[in-house]
């Protein structure tokens, strides 16, 4: 499968809107991309066993998208064969004043996945340079009036290319998603939550709201992709109306970016061998 078909070089001058959201790769059916999937689920779980072993590098996995887009259950599918010891999760949601009272990065970096640990961002830092753009949210970050200049989000991508940076040459690897839907797929899927009793649980009137703002949104994500897609940490956006191709994709992406890691199993030294062997003869002739 071709990953580089999805994702994003560096000022690439990316059209969200020429990217079509229906997109299914060579799969014609839902069985052959989910038999891939558990292909590839199995292949992530051996991949993670050797970075736990290594404890060198961490991998963050970063998942955005527009309300419905399915991040929820991407994570849960694609993250569902992998050791729970070995992972941590972390939801984004609205600032709390602790946090607010912090620079926009800290929360992330509080919620780092440690290394040896795949970490997943439901939403992220991120956050900061759309919501807080779309709404213009700036005014509550308690930021020093002479900073917030017409270049603030231009400085803000700066900001976090550098701090990406930052995490990859400290062995920390960061991969971004942008699940992309068409409106047409949130409109059924907004509807499906408000038909469906078992689903109710997961409207809130407030998508509604949020929908009035889909071209901003649009905008905005495209400019903040552009801006931050980079060699160290690259954007990936996934068509996503169909769930189950978003779904291989993503474990396409992480199983192929694990793969590139110089992953090994930690190897003992002649010294650590001699050591072993000789608590291998105590336990022999030890009577029980
Ligand atoms: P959900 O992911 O549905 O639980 O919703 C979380 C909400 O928190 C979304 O509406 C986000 O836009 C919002 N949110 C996350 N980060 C920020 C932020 N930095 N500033 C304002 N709202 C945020
Ligand atoms: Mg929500």
């Not at 229906?22 to 199995?42: C, M, P, R």
């Not at 996945?113 to 759309?130: A, C, H, K, Q, T």
Request: contains cysteine.
């Amino acid at each position: 499968m071709d990953i580089s078909k999805y994702k994003i070089d560096h000022n690439s001058d990316l059209k969200l809107s020429g990217i079509k959201t229906d997109q299914t790769g060579q799969f014609d059916s839902k069985e052959d991309a989910e038999k891939k999937l558990v292909e590839n689920v199995q292949r992530m779980t051996e991949i993670q066993s050797k970075l736990y072993a290594q404890d060198k590098y961490a991998v963050l996995i970063i998942f955005q998208a527009m309300d419905t887009a399915g991040k929820d259950g991407a994570i849960k599918h694609v993250m569902s064969g992998l050791n729970p010891q070995g992972t941590h999760v972390h939801s984004f949601k609205q600032p709390s004043v602790e946090e607010l009272d912090h620079d926009y990065l800290w929360r992330a970096t509080k919620n780092l996945p440690e290394r040896g640990l795949i970490g997943i961002f439901n939403r992220s830092y991120y956050e900061d340079v759309l919501v807080v753009r779309v709404h213009d949210l700036i005014k509550n970050q308690q930021i020093p009036d002479e900073f917030i200049t017409e270049n603030i989000w231009k400085d803000r991508f700066r900001q976090i290319r550098d701090y990406e940076r930052y995490l990859f040459e400290n062995g920390i690897v960061t991969i971004k998603f942008f699940l992309h839907i068409s409106k047409e797929t949130q409109k059924e899927r907004l509807l499906d939550r408000i038909d469906d009793k078992a689903k109710n649980w997961k409207f809130s009137a407030a998508d509604l709201t949020e929908r009035q703002y889909w071209d901003d949104y649009q905008r905005y994500y495209q400019d903040a992709i552009n801006e931050t897609s980079t060699k160290q940490a690259p954007w990936y956006v996934i068509p996503a109306d169909k769930k189950w191709f978003a779904r291989l994709m993503i474990s396409e992406v992480i199983v192929k970016t694990m793969e590139s890691l110089n992953l090994e199993y930690p190897t003992i030294s002649k010294q650590q061998e001699e050591v072993l062997k000789g608590c291998k003869q105590k336990l022999m002739e030890s009577k029980s």
